[in-house]
Nanobody, 124 residues
Framework: VQLQASGGGVVQAGGSLRLSCVIS????????MGWFRQAPGKEREFIAT????????KYVDFVKGRFTISRDNNKNTVYLQMNTREPDDTAVYYC??????????????????WGQGTLVTVSS
């Protein structure tokens, strides 16, 4: 199983981006999916997760109301719609997947498959 993240780029604060993560080698419907990010000089942190059916989502507090995680199991893809606010959103964004993690898992150790990351740069 492989994950391929895309959609990063440079955006002005207040602008929007949609990140995509495509899974290959298996059906995404089997996997709990999550987005994490790593800012320069910081550890990777949880952003959002979505259940296998897409019916349950969970977010870290500081992105609630700004970011939306969704998935299209027919396209083997999970998305992260980002409405950026400030340069603090600058980071490499990673998608993670796991077949057996519980819905709502926020611990990156629960995700055993990772994409390569996509860089989002928010300018002021």
């Amino acid at each position: 199983v492989q994950l391929q993240a895309s959609g990063g780029g440079v955006v002005q604060a207040g602008g929007s981006l949609r990140l995509s993560c495509v899974i290959s080698g298996d059906a995404i419907a089997k996997y709990l999916m999550g987005w994490f990010r790593q800012a320069p000089g910081k550890e990777r942190e949880f952003i959002a997760t979505i259940s296998r059916s897409g019916g349950t989502t969970k977010y870290v507090d500081f992105v609630k109301g700004r970011f939306t995680i969704s998935r299209d199991n027919n396209k083997n893809t999970v998305y992260l719609q980002m409405n950026t606010r400030e340069p603090d959103d600058t980071a490499v964004y990673y998608c993670g997947a796991d077949r057996f993690a519980r819905t709502g898992s926020t611990n990156q150790e629960q995700y055993r498959t990772w994409g390569q990351g996509t860089l989002v740069t928010v300018s002021s």
